[in-house]
């Protein structure tokens, strides 16, 4: 019998509604794994035995009737992103210390009703903000990949790097994840895992720790593109919790699987073919090309003109909201609190201890660029060129075009503590110059793995589609998925 | 556009962040090597562009101004590092 933590979650439901197996004992298989690999990985802040065992009986009476909800018995990973009633909450972050919320965020309630159990908080960057996972309190996560006869420990991508690197390494069937700036596209890239940042108001905020609310969208990491649209599906939702939450049903994304893309029209946009761009990428983007080709769809060279002033707008208009959406941790209401002198000293204080360097630079930025007499100058600007991005989609998009390839990351995983990332923070913004667009325009991106580059790591391809066209990501991505097959890391770390 | 340190420690006020001499110095590497990098939007032609308001072309939701919720003091204050009676603590700020 194969191992139980391999099986997908399409696999393992079919296992659990025809009781071959039980949730508890897929539980139980989980819970193994990350007590055996969680102190190498570091993927998990909190683990949540009881919780998952008690949820996993749940869903074991209840498939014993006959019954159950579309994730029925499955255990996932949740980012420490999502505020989960009663659990550790922290957004990774030490000024979150303690921070164990009153209530349950909208996507977490939305998995619970579909039967979801949960394993464990995963670990991120500090409040979503890093491209690495280095940024978290937690210390850095570790890619279960390594390079081809090399130990050198290499980063998972960030922000949802413990989401990625769980679901990569099976300490999780499949988990949440959320996308500011590339969290889910690019960390999936790194790991050979399949994540897809849904439509700007697919997925409700209502409960998830805030970055920058105009680009914040929650979304899963999982093995394989059917298990990204079973977990989508039970993830997104109409929610009048959630002002920006769209008045649109939720499709059944997992009937998208399988469905030919033939006369489908898909876009390569020639700005994506970016300077020092390792050769492995550039080939890798071509064979997908020949794939989507070999499966019937057309292929035409499109423009996004504004493509490279996306990552410095995002660097204006995300730190501006982070900066405003950060004000709220000021050592009154939850978590850390520092004493002063007097209140001015004690938020100053609580804040210096509470947030981590990546964090500070970002709330500083913003705080500067939304100061008097800087706002026209930066701000105003970064929101104008914003909607050239946009626009630069909607003319493609009306000119016929279905969806978009491109490559998902300009390298492949990089090392822990990389020298020249760690000397210069823009280095490190760079990692997200092919996911940055999607959310600076709203539009949903799905990362697919595509290959391994000749040191043997992941390596992805990214789909953009229209709003709320997920279905064709999904369609496509799967085109990609069965061409080039799925992979794997070997695993040495148990 | 550049910050000098000065401006570092203003704006590290005005976010309530408390800085060292040392720390500032570093943020002025920094936050410059960022400006710097944004720097380059001023090339774009922003003629006539509408700042982007609403990233989707819907009406923002409204709901009725009635009460849906509530008596939740105990869960609001539950979190706070010192609360005395559903009140949240604070050093004295009025003389």
Redesign the interface.
């Known amino acids: 019998m194969t191992e139980l933590t391999s099986l997908t979650i399409a696999e393992a439901r079919e296992k659990l509604r025809s009781r071959d197996i039980t949730s508890t004992e897929l539980t139980d298989a989980y819970l193994a794994a990350i007590e055996a690999a969680n102190d190498q990985l570091n993927a998990y802040v909190a683990v949540t035995p009881d919780i998952a065992r008690k949820q996993a009986a749940a869903s074991d009476e209840r498939l014993a009737r006959g019954e159950g909800g579309a994730l029925e018995g499955i255990p996932l990973g949740i980012k420490d992103l999502f505020g989960t009633e009663g659990v550790h909450t922290q957004a990774c972050s030490h000024i979150l210390d303690g921070f164990q919320p009153r209530y349950e965020s909208t996507v977490t309630a939305n998995l619970f009703a579909d039967g979801a159990v949960m394993l464990g908080k995963l670990n991120m960057d500090e409040f979503a903000m890093g491209s690495s996972n280095e940024t978290s309190w937690y210390g850095p996560v570790t890619n279960p990949w390594r390079r081809k006869g090399d130990n050198k420990a290499l980063v998972p991508g960030g922000s949802s790097g413990g989401s990625a690197a769980s679901v990569a390494a099976h300490l999780c069937a499949g988990a949440t994840a959320t996308d500011t700036g590339g969290s889910i596209r690019q960390p999936a890239a790194f790991t050979g895992t399949v994540g897809i940042k849904p439509t700007y108001g697919r997925c409700s905020r209502w409960g998830v720790v805030a970055f920058a609310s105009s680009l914040d969208q929650a979304g899963p990491i999982t093995r394989d593109v059917r298990d990204a649209a079973i977990m989508l599906k039970s993830m997104a939702s109409v929610d009048a919790k959630d002002t920006t939450s769209a008045d649109i049903p939720v499709p059944d994304y997992e009937a998208s699987i399988g469905q030919s893309i033939k006369g489908m029209k898909i876009g390569i946009p020639k700005e994506y073919r970016v300077e020092g761009m390792p050769q492995e990428i550039e080939d890798l983007w071509r064979q997908g090309v020949e794939w989507l080709r070999d499966a019937g769809a057309e292929i035409v060279d499109i423009t996004l003109p504004h493509t490279k002033y996306a990552l410095p707008a995002y660097y204006i208009v995300a730190p501006a909201e982070a900066s405003s959406n950060l004000a709220r941790y000021d050592g009154v209401r939850y978590g850390l609190r520092e004493e002063g002198k007097n209140i001015i000293e004690m938020y100053e204080k609580t804040r210096a201890a509470g947030f981590g360097p990546e964090v500070k630079r970002r709330v500083m930025i913003g705080t500067y660029v939304l100061s008097a007499g800087y706002y026209d100058a930066y701000y105003l600007r970064a929101q104008k060129v914003r909607t050239l991005i946009k626009r630069d989609f909607e003319t493609v998009f009306h000119d016929g075009v279905d969806a978009i390839l491109t490559p998902a990351t300009p390298s492949a995983a990089f090392g822990v503590a990389d020298q020249d990332m760690a000397a210069d923070p823009v280095k490190m913004y760079l990692n997200d110059i092919f996911t940055v667009t999607v959310n600076m325009a709203g539009l949903p991106g799905i990362a697919v793995p595509a290959g391994l580059d000749g040191q043997g790591l992941p390596l992805g391809l990214q789909l953009i589609g229209k709003p709320f066209d997920e279905e064709t990501l999904f369609r496509t991505g799967h085109v990609i998925e069965q061409a080039a097959g799925r992979f794997t890391p070997e695993k040495w770390w148990s | ?1 550049s ?1 000098d340190l000065a ?2 420690k203003r ?9 060292t001499d040392e720390e500032a110095a570093k ?1 002025e590497g ?2 410059n ?3 710097g ?8 032609d ?1 003629d006539g ?5 609403s ?2 072309p ?1 009406q ?2 409204k ?1 009725q101004d009635v009460v849906t919720d509530g008596d ?1 003091a105990a ?8 609360s005395d009676e559903n009140f ?1 603590l ?4 009025v003389e």
């Open positions: 556009m910050v401006t570092v704006v590290a006020h005005l976010a309530r962040i408390a800085v943020m920094e936050l090597a960022i400006l990098f944004v720097e380059q939007l001023n090339e774009v922003i562009v509408e700042p982007m308001t990233i989707t819907m923002m939701k709901r939740k869960d609001i204050v539950a979190n706070a590092p010192l949240f604070v050093p004295k700020v």
